[in-house]
Antibody, heavy 121, light 106 residues
């Protein structure tokens, strides 16, 4: 069974940093692309970032470009999102999600339960 | 960016009834790369439909997707109590991938 477990969320001040992790199990992690998607409280879904299986291709939403960095460790079966210069509008539940394709057409076939990030003073 | 507009915002139906949810794109969706997800309160989204009309693994056949180009529909033929949730459409053919704002089925 595919399992994705996010961690690392919490309360951070505006301008601060946070690093999210996603531990994957139940599938060959190194064969799949991965994504981060966020959902502000009571709002819709927003795709944040994509990384290919080998880390050779990375994409970001314009709203986080230059502030967030996606990475992965295929030995540790883990996905990461380093978030810097955080703003109030970055407050959301952050989900990691597996990509059905390895190329950048993010059909998201499995999702974690999410980790909450709150940016507030 | 492709804007996806879902309608209605809220759909009030009863178990056993048929539900039709609409997703309209601001421009044609590449290769009909249109997906539907179901989200229940406090849970992660679950993939229901991809490629506009293909059911994901384990999804009951009462769920069906149709449409092409800019107009897509998710149909639930006969509502079960567990189907009451929020449904999102997503296009994954153009960058950036975008989601609709959701339809709440109550």
């Amino acid at each position: 069974e595919v399992q994705l477990v996010e961690s690392g969320g919490g309360l951070v001040q505006p301008g601060g940093s946070l690093k999210l992790s996603c531990a994957a199990s139940g599938f060959t992690f190194s064969s799949f692309s991965m994504n981060w998607v966020r959902q502000a409280p009571g709002k819709g879904l927003e795709w944040v970032s994509y990384i290919s299986s080998s880390s050779s291709t990375i994409h970001y939403a314009d709203s986080v470009k230059g502030r967030f960095t996606i990475s992965r460790d295929n030995v540790k079966n883990s996905l990461y999102l380093e978030m810097n210069s955080l703003r109030a509008e970055d407050s959301a539940v952050y989900y990691c999600a597996r990509g059905y394709f390895d190329w950048f057409n993010p059909l998201l076939d499995s999702w974690g339960q999410g980790t909450l990030v709150t940016v507030s003073s | 960016d492709i804007v996806l507009t879902q309608s209605p915002g809220t759909l009030s139906l009863s178990p056993g009834e048929r539900a039709s949810l609409s997703c309209r794109a601001s421009q044609s969706v590449t290769i009909n790369y249109l997906a539907w997800y179901q989200q229940k309160p406090g849970q992660a989204p679950r993939l229901l439909i991809y490629g506009a009309s293909s059911r994901a693994t384990g999804i009951p056949d009462r769920f069906s997707g149709s449409g092409s180009g800019t107009d897509f529909t998710l149909t639930i033929s006969r509502l079960e109590p567990e189907d009451f949730a929020v449904y999102f459409c997503q296009q994954y053919g153009s960058s950036p991938p975008t989601f609709g704002q959701g339809t709440r089925l109550e």
